[in-house]
């Protein structure tokens, strides 16, 4: 079974670009997340998806951060415009409905903004 | 609100030397422990975890437990290898099991043999 697959592993990017990062999280998990880890951190909570629903969003900056989950499968989290700040690890993970927390994380996307 | 302190690393051992990597939390209410691990070039991945007062999760080796009385989870293993150099998140959840997970710095683990 595959496991929750994201792209790209790494980016580099200016400041003020764009950038979008993808997940695909394991078959039948409807519940997503994203996360974001600075160096040296724990990861913090984004955004949570119960299939296409975000649930939480509390923490996710929305002046410059948004997320999608169409079709409940795939998501997408877009940064524009990139700050300094941005530069993270961005983990999606995945878990079955009342999956008691047991989440299955990605590799994760280092993001990089000079 | 409530957190997870971990240990500082990174810790430095000896191979099949005892290991123990303190956490403790502030939680409102009774939340659930969990020990993540992230293994080099890897996701995290959960290790064990326990839900309520004095419950042992154990995986691999380590054991857990959950001490309410001094907000404690801490993780031990009594003979370390060369492949359990990690990163070790603890991590609790707010809400019981419908809730998000709150996690602590991590504690690196060097295992020389």
């Known amino acids: 079974e595959a496991g929750v697959v994201q792209s790209p592993r790494y980016k580099i990017i200016e400041k003020k670009q764009p950038v979008a990062f993808w997940c695909n999280p394991i078959?039948?998990?409807?519940?997503l997340y994203w996360y974001r880890q600075n160096l040296g951190q724990g990861p913090e909570l984004l955004i949570r998806y119960e299939n296409e629903e975000a649930v939480d969003d509390s923490q996710l900056p929305k002046d410059r951060f948004s997320a999608e989950r169409l079709k409940g499968v795939d998501s997408t989290l877009k940064i524009q415009p990139a700050e300094l700040g941005d530069s993270a690890v961005y983990l999606c993970a995945s878990s079955l409905p009342g999956g008691a927390n047991v989440l299955t994380f990605g590799a994760g996307s280092r993001l990089t903004v000079l | 609100g409530n957190s997870v302190t971990q240990m500082e690393g990174p810790v430095t051992l000896s191979e099949e030397a005892f290991l123990t990597i303190n956490c403790t939390y502030t939680?409102?209410?009774?939340?659930?422990l969990f020990w993540y691990v992230q293994y080099p070039g890897e996701g995290l991945q959960l290790l064990l975890k326990a839900t309520k007062a004095d419950d042992k999760g154990s995986n691999k080796g380590f054991e857990a437990t959950y001490r309410k009385e001094t907000t404690s989870f801490h993780l031990e293993k009594g003979s370390v290898q060369v492949s359990d150099s990690a990163v070790y998140f603890c991590?609790?959840?707010?809400?019981?099991?419908?809730?998000?997970?709150?996690f602590g710095k991590g504690t690196k683990l060097s295992v020389k043999p």
């Open positions: 991590a609790l959840s707010e809400g019981g099991s419908q809730g998000n997970l709150i």
């Open positions: 939680a409102t209410g009774y939340p659930s």
């Open positions: 078959s039948g998990h409807n519940t």
